[in-house]
């Protein structure tokens, strides 16, 4: 399976950031299936996952202080790449 993410360090904090599907974060329960499981590839990171609404708007789930951060930053500034998982 691949997934699109990144993994930043912003004032010390070092996070990973995973683009889902809109039906992933529209719902607690899938959200926190899918960091649970995404843990064991980003260990000992908060998680934050993005999707997208129709217009590319993106929205986040996550810790609060590093969701806040990254709604002050346009998405072609996250450092994306394809992580291979299995």
Do not use: C
């Not at 996070?15 to 329960?29: E, G, H, K």
């Not at 590839?41 to 789930?61: K, R, V």
């Amino acid at each position: 399976m691949t997934i699109h993410g990144a993994v930043i360090i912003e004032q010390g904090v070092t996070f990973a950031i995973v683009a889902v599907r809109s039906t992933v974060t529209q719902y607690t329960v899938r959200s926190t299936r899918m960091r649970r499981a995404l843990s064991v590839y980003f260990p000992n990171m908060p998680i934050i996952l993005m999707s997208q609404d129709a217009n590319g708007e993106p929205h986040y789930y996550g810790r609060k202080d590093i969701v806040d951060f990254l709604k002050t930053i346009r998405l072609d500034q996250i450092p994306w790449k394809e992580y291979h998982i299995y």
